[in-house]
């Protein structure tokens, strides 16, 4: 499976962005698909994740009410719409996926897929 995310930018604090990852070489409705975080000198951070059949959806408590993880089985797309966002919003987003959701779903180490990531700032 292959993984490219899109949609980063600059946002000023309290505006909204959505990121695209675009999914490659084949998935099935076990895949789980996720999102992460990481800024400099910290650990790679959960974000969000789905099961690509649908049925399980989760969020770190700081992406709760703000941002929402969805996709598009037509096009295999999957979104992470941001609102609200805040200045520790700012850091490089990743997309991840591994073949089968697992209630480890927050872990990184447990996603065998990764793309390039994209950046995020929110400031003013």
């Known amino acids: 499976v292959q993984l490219q995310a899109s949609g980063g930018g600059l946002v000023q604090p309290g505006g909204s962005l959505r990121l695209s990852c675009a999914a490659s070489g084949g998935t099935s409705s076990d895949y789980a698909l996720a999102w992460f975080r990481q800024s400099p000198g910290k650990a790679r951070e959960f974000v969000a994740a789905l099961r690509w059949g649908g049925g399980r959806y989760a969020y770190a408590d700081f992406a709760k009410g703000r941002f929402t993880i969805s996709r598009d089985n037509a096009k295999n797309m999957v979104y992470l719409q941001m609102n609200s966002l805040n200045p520790e919003g700012t850091s490089v987003y990743y997309c991840?996926?591994?073949?089968?959701?697992?209630?480890?779903?927050?872990?990184?180490?447990?996603?065998?897929?990764w793309g390039p990531g994209t950046q995020v700032t929110v400031s003013s």
């Open positions: 991840a996926a591994r073949i089968r959701w697992t209630v480890n779903y927050g872990s990184a180490g447990e996603y065998t897929y």
